[in-house]
């Protein structure tokens, strides 16, 4: 059994499952997680909000749907931070 970490980068698996997970997140678990999220945020009116490990930016757009003033994301997948960028145009989005 290949081990992430160990055997195989991180970086190379999500990059075999960028596209598979940018379908998968519209689903009833992810949209719980994200209202689980959402309840714990403060108010983000004009905040910076720092998002690792963004995906295709569904977090991140939550924020600035929020009011916050800034929104960073960082991931290692490059496919998932171009699809970041066209989701969420307000948001700044770079490779990590």
């Known amino acids: 059994m290949k ?8 970086e190379k698996v999500w990059q075999a499952r960028a596209r598979s997970y940018g379908e998968g997140i519209r689903g009833g678990y992810h949209r719980h997680r994200l209202e689980v999220i959402e ?21 991140a757009a939550r924020c600035i749907e929020k ?3 800034r929104v960073i994301g960082l991931d290692i997948n490059q496919t998932l931070l171009d699809l970041a960028r ?6 700044e989005f770079r490779l990590s």
Not at 3 to 8: A, F, H, L, P, Y
Not at 39 to 59: K, M
Not at 86 to 91: A, E, I, S
């Open 3 to 10: 081990k992430i970490g160990k055997d195989e980068s991180s």
């Open 39 to 59: 309840a714990l945020c403060p108010e983000l009116h004009g905040r910076t909000i720092l998002d690792f490990g963004c995906g295709e930016g569904v977090l």
């Open 67 to 69: 009011g916050a003033g």
């Open 86 to 91: 066209q989701n969420v145009p307000g948001g």
